[in-house]
C-alpha cells in the first residue's frame, strides 16, 4: 500500500525558508515522477513543482520559481521542497503526490504559513 507522509511545515516570517520532506514507501520510488502541490484557503490545489524519476528534470511554476528548489533522496524515499524568500501567498497545505499506473496517492499535508 502507497503511502506518503510529509513534514516540515510551521509558522515562518516573510522572507524566511522552509524544507518540507515527504517520505514514501509501499512502491519502488525510484521509478516515479514526485510532486508537490499546494492548497490555499478558498482556493483550487495547484501544482508546485515535480521532480522526474532520477531526478534530471525539475519544473516549477511561475510564481515560486527562483525561490523553491524541489529534490530527491531516492536512497530515502524522499522527496523535499527547499522553499525560501516565503511571502504571505505561500500559505498554504502542502502535499506531496504520485502517480501510479491511474492512481493518484497523496499525502495527508502539511501547513505552511508565512506571516509576520
Known amino acids: 500500500q502507497v503511502q506518503l507522509v510529509e513534514s516540515g511545515g510551521g509558522l515562518v516570517q516573510p522572507g524566511g525558508s522552509l524544507r518540507l520532506s515527504c517520505v514514501a514507501s509501499?512502491?519502488?520510488?525510484?521509478?516515479?515522477?514526485m510532486y508537490w502541490y499546494r492548497q490555499a484557503p478558498g482556493k483550487e490545489r495547484e501544482l508546485v513543482a515535480s521532480?522526474?524519476?532520477?531526478?534530471?528534470?525539475?519544473n516549477y511554476v511561475d510564481s515560486v520559481k527562483g525561490r523553491f528548489t524541489i529534490s530527491r533522496d531516492n536512497a530515502k524515499n524522499t522527496v523535499y521542497l527547499q522553499m525560501n524568500s516565503l511571502k504571505p501567498e505561500d500559505t498554504a497545505v502542502y502535499y506531496c503526490?504520485?502517480?501510479?499506473?491511474?492512481?493518484?496517492?497523496w499525502g495527508q499535508g502539511t501547513q505552511v504559513t508565512v506571516s509576520s
Open positions: 521532480i522526474s524519476s532520477i531526478g534530471s528534470n525539475t
Open positions: 503526490k504520485v502517480r501510479q499506473s491511474t492512481n493518484d496517492y
Open positions: 509501499g512502491l519502488f520510488f525510484n521509478i516515479y515522477t
